[in-house]
Nanobody, 124 residues
Framework: QVQLVESGGGLVQAGGSLRLSCAASGLTFSSYTVGWFRRAPGKERECVAGISWTGGSTYYADSVKGRFTISPDNAKNTVYLQMNSLKPEDTAVYYC?????????????????WGQGTQVTVSS
């Protein structure tokens, strides 16, 4: 049974940092592309970052470029999302997801596996 478990969310002031973790069981991330998505109240789910483990490529939404970094830890079968210089507009529930493809995919509906989400709240 595949499980993705996110952690690391919380409340932080604007300008602060958080590191989200996505730990997998039942699958090996090295065979998947992993995406970090977020959903803010009243907004569509959007892909903020993705990493293709097999293809070696990454993706960042324009809104987070230069502030967020996605990185894998093969030994721990975990993907991290380091979020720096956080803004109130980054407030959302953040989800990780996995799809078995060598290409980074930004369309959430194509992903096969999802975590339960972790809340990130950035106060001004």
């Amino acid at each position: 049974q595949v499980q993705l478990v996110e952690s690391g969310g919380g409340l932080v002031q604007a300008g602060g940092s958080l590191r989200l973790s996505c730990a997998a069981s039942g699958l090996t991330f090295s065979s998947y592309t992993v995406g970090w998505f977020r959903r803010a109240p009243g907004k569509e789910r959007e892909c903020v970052a993705g990493i293709s483990w097999t293809g070696g490529s990454t993706y960042y939404a324009d809104s987070v470029k230069g502030r967020f970094t996605i990185s894998p830890d093969n030994a721990k079968n975990t993907v991290y999302l380091q979020m720096n210089s956080l803004k109130p507009e980054d407030t959302a529930v953040y989800y990780c997801a996995a799809i078995r493809t060598p290409l980074v995919v930004v369309t959430w509906a194509r992903y096969d596996y999802w975590g339960q989400g972790t809340q990130v709240t950035v106060s001004s």
